[in-house]
């Protein structure tokens, strides 16, 4: 039976704005593979800060493209049907995938393109396989542009700091900067979650909400060379006194129009402390290596929570609220309602 001519659960809104309450759980065709395409039953996707975003309008106008909008781009789930010319799949292959901005995760099924997709061994779970795509990816390629080296004999030790380092993307930071042991790594976090940033491999944990986490340094930590920035609202001049004298790299992960300008402004100044905004655009090589790293053991997804489809819409305010540890998984499991 072509897929279209089935009907799926999915999870829509129609409007920007409205939150977890402008979610609208509905009844829709399966959709179809086009060019290039792989049509995926989806086992789980992960709710990050930039689908509930787009809800809010900071997208508009682009973004979300049209509505009834299906959001949630971080997905995992096995390959059913392949649109033509999709090749490096087969049916019954367990995938994970970014769908930007494509998204639709939150359904039974979703069309992914097969270029950003890759295949997911089976050690690693669906819920491990849904934080790949965006959130370790994202921590990979920062620490990358930030020119930390993740392996003991490429390149010199850092010293590394990353902040809201208890976040989806701070949880993989940390552990893939403390990888080879040979990097000093600085986190920042809430107070209820210093001991787990320090058992994810931070060699110093600081609370934000004290002095010394708004000045991103313990009193005898080193100065930075390498910033991977995940929290929110930080100018310019709350980094530069943190930074390493020879130089230091703020990677921005939360990039607003003014930080933008600060990076022009060190670009033409040739300036040896930097700041780099920074959006990531996932490879599949980089989600192969990191689902590596998962089966060798040793990095894992912290999750927050996990919710069936039936009740994504709380995970989408969990979400929106800013205090996740982790990730949050949203499964389309039968028995996961
Ligand atoms: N540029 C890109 O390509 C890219 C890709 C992915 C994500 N991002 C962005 O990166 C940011 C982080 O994403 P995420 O998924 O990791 O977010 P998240 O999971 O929602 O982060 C939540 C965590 O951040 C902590 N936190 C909040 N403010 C903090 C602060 N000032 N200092 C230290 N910790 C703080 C919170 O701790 P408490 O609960 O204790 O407050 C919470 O544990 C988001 O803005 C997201 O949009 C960008």
Not at 147 to 158: C, I, N, Q, R
Not at 258 to 265: D, E, L
Request: charged share 20%; hydrophobic share 45%; proline share 7%.
């Amino acid at each position: 039976m072509p897929s279209s001519s089935r009907t799926m659960r999915a999870v829509q809104y129609d409007k920007y704005g409205g939150g977890a309450e402008g979610l609208k759980h509905v009844q829709v065709p399966v959709p179809s593979p086009k060019k290039g395409q792989l049509l995926v039953r989806v086992e789980a996707a992960s709710i990050n800060p930039l689908d509930w975003r787009f809800q809010k309008g900071n997208g508009r106008p682009f973004l979300p493209s049209k509505f009834p909008f299906a959001p949630v781009c971080e997905l995992t789930g096995e390959v059913v049907e392949l649109g033509a010319g999709a090749s490096g799949f087969r049916p019954g292959d367990k995938i994970v995938a970014v769908n930007f901005p494509g998204s639709g995760g939150l359904a039974e099924y979703a069309v992914v393109s097969a270029s950003n997709a890759a295949l997911r061994p089976p050690e690693v779970s669906a819920v491990e396989g849904a934080c790949i795509p965006i959130a370790a990816a994202t921590a990979l390629v920062a620490l990358r542009t930030a020119g930390v080296s993740l392996d003991a004999g490429d390149g010199p030790a850092k010293n590394v700091l990353v902040t809201a380092a208890s976040g989806g993307v701070g949880t993989f930071a940390v552990q893939l900067a403390s990888l080879t042991g040979h990097n000093h790594v600085t986190a920042t976090c809430g107070a209820r979650n210093l001991d787990l940033v320090r058992s994810l491999g931070a060699d110093e944990a600081l609370d934000y909400k004290t002095t010394e986490g708004a000045a991103l340094r313990g009193p005898s930590g080193p100065k930075h060379d390498a910033v991977v920035h995940c929290a929110e609202g930080f100018p310019w001049s709350a980094f530069a006194p943190a930074l390493a004298g020879a130089g230091g790299v703020v990677v921005d992960l939360t990039p607003r129009v003014a930080s933008v300008a600060v990076a022009v402004f060190h670009w033409l100044c040739f300036s040896r402390k930097r700041l780099v905004p920074l959006i990531v655009s996932t490879k599949k090589e980089d989600m192969e290596a990191l689902m590596g790293l998962v089966v060798q053991g040793k990095i894992r997804a912290v999750v927050d929570s996990r919710y069936p489809l039936s009740r994504a819409h709380e995970g989408w305010a969990k979400s929106m609220s800013g205090h996740a540890t982790g990730k949050i998984i949203v499964e389309m499991r039968d028995d996961a309602e």
